[in-house]
């Protein structure tokens, strides 16, 4: 479903993704993790556009994508979740959620959409007139996660949704990327936290310094001694 | 003298609509593009000056004149966005600034031109209308009736419409608006216009009241870009809070000292706000 090839990309003079190579299959969780600062946000923003690719290409559903601008992959059933639920802040709930609709294939189903959203978050139900700039940090990142769902995407994104949340807010965060993985969404998810993304993981990429080192399903990877030790401290 | 400062403070409010209008469309500018339009003023000027060609040159009726000079504006709006705004959207703020500042010189320039230096006018006789010891001027309060109609329908417009929403999403995050599938070209177009409209909007208010001249938007660019800065750049709530304190604030000047300290007042209320509170009075620090 998306096939990312050979892909550089470069902040100036640094490379920061170096011939990264990727599968995503339909009904798939794809986890790549690694620490901070080896390119696994890079690699998100190549795949949605936000970032060019100088070399390599991006194929969702055969159609190249690494041509087209952020909106045009976005129209094409791509969300993303970004970093540290990062919402419209001075949009309500209701607005960002409703924004997240804003593609043509997503705008007949908003209502229903706002139905699901709202039994699937109850929290967010209570706040839709709230600021999300209000929200705490948890609240926020399920507030992204919904609002990725709005748009009926076919691939959802997510970029580090553990980072800076508490550990039963954690334990949350990866109850919903469960549920959605059984509705059978297809999910390209970074993480540095390596123990809880493996979880949910169908398959695995360890991306060090903007190359990726090792590849492998769950087994594979909890059977690896360098990862055992470095990153999931066992 | 009493009555004098109260029908003051009443101008003064009726006033601040049109303000709170103008000052709107530079806001929204700003807030969504991250440029400061600076020729806005002479804008108003150049929809004045449209409105009456259509009217007392072509003798089209004084209705459908503003709604063509409406019209016109709207899409001089969309060709500064194609022609100066958008070759210049990566430039460095000062490129940016003085284009758009070379583009006040350009537009009084060309007025003078077609238009040339006498003030041009449409002399229509509306009533005064008398309120106790108070009298109001009909011309006002139908501008002042008009810009809050107006803001209303722009207000609803942002918060309730799928492009409203863009337009807002894009002001916040333009990075993550284009990841909801927005083309923040078509954002930056539509606001563009919106903002033209709007100068031919207040110029249609500003017929009954005043007359043109080249140099009549000048003072109104000025006023446009002091209420932007007192509420807080980007921040629509501000401006609208602000244009009313302006308004108020120049209009009793007027009447107590005169109208050349009420100009001034509006500037030192500029240079104060940018010494004691830069981010204004409903902004939020950067």
Redesign the interface.
Same mark, same amino acid.
């Given at each position: 479903m998306l096939a990312v090839d050979s892909v550089d990309v470069f902040y100036g003079e640094f490379r920061a993704l170096e011939q990264v190579t990727i599968r995503v299959e339909r009904q798939q969780t794809v986890i790549v993790v690694g620490p901070n600062g080896a390119g696994k946000s890079t690699l998100l923003r190549g795949i949605?556009?936000?970032l060019k690719a100088r070399e390599g290409t991006v194929h969702f559903r055969d159609q190249r994508i690494d041509t087209l601008?952020?909106?045009t992959v976005?129209?094409l059933g791509i969300?993303?979740v970004?970093e540290g639920g990062?919402?419209?802040?001075?949009?309500s709930v209701e607005?960002n959620l409703?924004?997240?609709s804003?593609?043509k294939r997503a705008?007949k189903h908003a209502q229903e959409s706002f139905n699901t959203i709202y039994e699937l978050f109850p929290i967010l139900a209570q706040r839709r007139r709230q600021m999300a700039g209000s929200l705490s940090g948890g609240e926020r990142q399920m507030l992204a996660i919904a609002?990725s769902l709005m748009?009926k995407p076919d691939l959802i994104l997510l970029d580090e949704p553990s980072l800076g949340l508490a550990p039963l807010v954690v334990d949350l965060v990866f109850e919903f990327i469960k549920k959605m993985k059984e509705e059978g969404y297809a999910i390209l998810l970074v993480e540095q936290n390596a123990n809880k993304a493996l979880q949910v993981a169908d398959y695995a990429y360890l991306l060090e310094s903007g190359k990726l080192v090792f590849e492998g399903n769950r087994e594979q990877f909890d059977r690896n001694p360098y990862i055992k030790t470095a990153y999931l401290g066992l | 003298m009493v009555e004098q400062i109260t029908m003051a403070f009443i101008n003064g409010i009726l006033l601040g609509g049109v303000l709170a209008l103008l000052a709107f469309g530079l806001n929204l500018i700003f807030g969504v593009v991250k440029i400061i339009h600076m020729a806005y003023g002479q804008f108003v000027m150049l929809g004045f000056y449209l409105i009456y060609s259509f009217h007392a040159t072509m003798g089209v009726p004084l209705p459908a004149a503003m709604a063509l000079g409406v019209l016109s504006m709207a899409i001089l709006g969309i060709f500064t966005q194609l022609l100066l705004i958008r070759p210049l959207l990566k430039a460095p703020r000062l490129n940016q600034l003085l284009a758009l500042a070379s583009l006040i010189i350009v537009v009084e320039n060309v007025a003078m031109m077609i238009w040339g230096a006498d003030y041009r006018g449409i002399p229509l006789a509306l009533p005064i209308i008398q309120v106790g010891e108070v009298f109001i001027r009909s011309s006002y309060l139908m501008a002042f009736v008009g810009a809050i109609v107006v803001l209303g329908l722009l207000y609803v417009f942002l918060?309730r419409t799928?492009l409203g929403?863009?337009i807002?999403?894009v002001a #916040?995050?333009l990075?993550?608006? #284009?990841?909801?599938?927005?083309?923040?070209a078509t954002v930056y177009y539509v606001t563009l216009a919106a903002g033209g409209a709007l100068t031919g909007i207040v110029a249609a208010f500003f017929v009954p009241i005043y007359t043109v001249h080249p140099h009549f938007g000048s003072s109104f660019t000025i006023m446009a870009f002091v209420i932007v800065v007192l509420g807080g750049m980007g921040n629509l709530l501000g401006g609208f809070i602000s244009a009313f304190i302006i308004g108020v604030a120049t209009s009793i000047t007027a009447v107590v000292y005169s109208t050349e300290v009420a100009d001034i007042l509006a500037l030192v209320v500029f240079v104060l706000v940018m010494l004691i509170r830069p981010q204004g009075l409903l902004g939020v620090r950067a």
């Open positions: 949605c556009g936000l601008p952020a909106h976005a129209e969300a993303l970004p990062r919402v419209f802040p001075y949009l607005d409703k924004i997240g804003y593609i705008r609002r748009s | 918060n799928y929403l863009a807002r999403a #916040q995050d990075e993550m608006a #284009q990841g909801m599938g927005i083309n923040p």
